[in-house]
Antibody, heavy 124, light 111 residues
Framework: QLQLQESGPGLVKPSETLSLTCSVSGGSITSRSHYWGWIRQPPGKGLEWVGGSYYSGPIYHNPSLKSRVTISVDTSKNQLSLKLTSVSAADTAVYFC????????????????WGQGTMVTVSS | QSALTQPASVSGSPGQSITISCTGTSSDVGDYDFVSWYRQHPGKAPKLLIYEVTNRPSGVSNRFSGSKSGNTASLTISGLQAEDEADYYCTSYTISSTYVIFGGGTTLTVL
């Protein structure tokens, strides 16, 4: 059974870089039918698409974050990573990783498997 | 890019039915049958309820159903139960460069 697990520091200082990892177990991140994405949720607010990547590209980003976001896939470690630069308090959120189907494989363009999420607080 | 539009809140009594709408544009909901719905309880990860407008994943109750008309998709929950009290989100494929777009979320209160 495929499982996702986010990990990373829970506290990041303003202006620094937030780095998170999503480890995939019970399956391969090199699936030809799925993207792997990051979604975040500020406290008390809704879900926000950060971005996602196929294991060999392309990569999609939320336009509002695009200049600060780097998403990459490490196939040797079966991991997805997220780097968000120049963070501020507005980046405080629970960060989820999730598997996202492509347009050809059911469930198409749906997040069918989620990690439990990891809380990241931006504060000095 | 604007999010899909959902009502902020809906409510219903146990046993009743409610419907949550999700309005987009011809760039997303209107032209593509790739609308999904999720339920999220406090402190938990979202769970997929409906995909491709009308389909339920294995294990999801048939009390949940989806539909679409024009640029608006809808989630209907019948036979409301206390456990349905949660936040609900829609997503859609979008032709824009982001690939997927989220709704703002709807809080369902079971009275």
């Amino acid at each position: 059974q495929l499982q996702l697990q986010e990990s990373g520091p829970g506290l990041v200082k303003p202006s620094e870089t937030l780095s998170l990892t999503c480890s995939v177990s019970g399956g391969s991140i090199t699936s030809r039918s799925h993207y792997w994405g990051w979604i975040r949720q500020p406290p008390g607010k809704g879900l926000e698409w950060v971005g996602g990547s196929y294991y060999s590209g392309p990569i999609y980003h939320n336009p509002s974050l695009k200049s600060r976001v780097t998403i990459s896939v490490d196939t040797s470690k079966n991991q997805l990573s997220l780097k968000l630069t120049s963070v501020s308090a507005a980046d405080t959120a629970v960060y989820f990783c999730a598997r996202l189907g492509d347009t050809l494989t059911t469930p198409r363009v749906a997040f069918d498997i989620w990690g439990q999420g990891t809380m990241v607080t931006v504060s000095s | 890019q604007s999010a899909l539009t959902q009502p902020a809140s809906v409510s219903g009594s146990p046993g009743q039915s409610i419907t949550i709408s999700c309005t987009g544009t011809s760039s997303d909901v209107g032209d593509y049958d790739f609308v999904s719905w999720y339920r999220q309880h406090p402190g938990k990860a979202p769970k997929l309820l409906i995909y491709e407008v009308t389909n339920r994943p294995s294990g999801v109750s048939n009390r949940f159903s989806g539909s679409k008309s024009g640029n608006t998709a809808s989630l209907t929950i019948s036979g409301l139960q206390a456990e349905d009290e949660a936040d609900y989100y829609c997503t859609s494929y979008t032709i824009s460069s982001t690939y997927v777009i989220f709704g703002g979320g709807t809080t369902l209160t079971v009275l």
